[in-house]
């Protein structure tokens, strides 16, 4: 069995590359980690061109009707060249859940979504920070009115508008508002890895009967296989930029001399290059293989996606920190580029549940609950 991408999803690849690596070098992505609002306006129209927004979006709705491997295949090379930008949140996430909701609003959102002239965010974690339905408390009602407040939510200052996941009488309920609506305000959060994170407060918020996004009460059912394939993008994600961090590794063992040979000559180094290479195919065989399963509706799917994001997360933060390792004191410096990889990998090891809660749903699925 053959898991790998299709020549067009190799070719969307390296078009990728090629269009990244000149306008996202290092330096650039360094720049805008510390700028407020953390990614270049002019570089998302540029993507939007290239229809990248638009992947995951019916054709009849202007997008290019992308399947999940496109997607991956796309994100990978986003997590290569360390890409800041809300392309899983909007293009991945909120596009997937707006189009299996249907309905007029979502289906109004969708082609400007793809035109890259929208950004959607999702705001579902609170104070507790569990990613499952017991963990919502905010009380959703429409008509009426919204009080409360959302963690943790990406890149809400740039988002237009925004996807809330409360609780109503009859469960999880999902609701679509605009980012401008009277009450809605997003205050930036601190965060060790320069991710853009806000805390989204909903004062006295009015709502109505056309902001309700699907049935009520079917929130989570909505928004749950779109998260799952925000795990499996943020896997993905990973699995390029530990991917990155092996070829500046291999690359500095070339070339950095240490006793009188280049320090890739030690068996030592050579090891720990053989085990970077082994954590990252082994990240991105995993990725594959549920994207497969994904596509191919296979019952297992689930248990899949969370093996990938569960394994991803621990197996490409080692390669992260090995790679310090193997770099030494430059490799520590924000003058080297591997610092962004590895705060990029760790950010993205906790978006979309993190090893731990990816664990628990392998061991459901294998009978160990």
């Known amino acids: 069995m053959d898991l790998s991408f ?67 295949a796309l994100v990978e090379e986003l997590g290569r060249a360390c890409f800041p930008s809300p392309f899983i949140a909007s293009a991945v996430v909120a596009t997937t859940a707006l189009a299996a909701a249907g309905g007029r609003r979502a289906h109004a959102l969708l082609p400007a979504l793809a035109m890259g002239e929208r950004i959607c965010a999702l705001a579902v974690l609170e104070e507790s920070g569990r990613f499952d339905p017991a963990g ?8 009426g009115r919204l009080t409360g407040r959302k963690l943790f939510v990406s890149d809400a200052h740039v988002a237009t508008d925004v996807i809330v996941l409360g ?3 009859a469960g999880p309920t999902a609701l679509l508002l605009p980012m401008d609506r009277a009450g809605i305000t997003a205050r930036p959060l601190d965060s060790m890895t320069g991710d853009k994170l806000f805390e989204l407060e909903l004062a006295d918020v009015e709502t109505g009967p056309d902001d309700l996004l699907g049935a009520p009460g079917g929130g989570w059912a909505l928004l749950a296989p779109a998260c799952r ?17 092996l070829e500046l590794c291999v690359d500095h063992a070339r070339v950095r001399v240490q006793g009188g040979r280049p320090i890739g000559g030690y068996q030592a180094i050579q090891h720990a290059c053989a085990d970077l290479f082994r954590d990252v ?64 990998i760790l950010a993205a090891g906790l978006d979309m549940g993190d090893a731990a809660l990816h664990l628990e749903t392998v061991a459901r699925a294998i009978g160990l609950a």
């Open 6 to 72: 299709s020549p067009s999803q190799q070719l969307l690849q390296q078009s990728a590359r090629a269009f990244l690596q000149p306008r996202c070098p290092p330096e650039r992505v360094q720049e805008w980690a510390l700028d407020p609002r953390g990614f270049a306006a002019d570089l998302w129209k540029e993507i939007a061109t290239l229809g990248w927004p638009g992947l995951l979006v019916p054709t009849e709705l202007g997008g290019s009707g992308g399947s999940v491997g496109d997607a991956l």
């Open 136 to 143: 919502l408390t905010l009380p959703v009602v429409a008509p």
């Open 167 to 169: 609780q109503a009488a």
């Open 229 to 245: 394939l925000g795990a499996l993008a943020r896997s993905a994600e990973m699995v390029g930029a530990a991917q990155r961090v």
């Open 281 to 344: 195919e082994s990240a991105r065989w995993l990725v594959w293989e549920a994207a497969w399963k994904l596509e191919s509706a296979r019952p297992d799917a689930d248990a899949a996606v969370a093996a990938a994001k569960a394994y991803g997360a621990t197996a490409c933060l080692r390669v992260a920190r090995r790679g310090h390792q193997i770099m030494g004191a430059i490799g520590y410096s924000e003058e080297h580029p591997l610092h962004l990889f590895h705060k990029r």
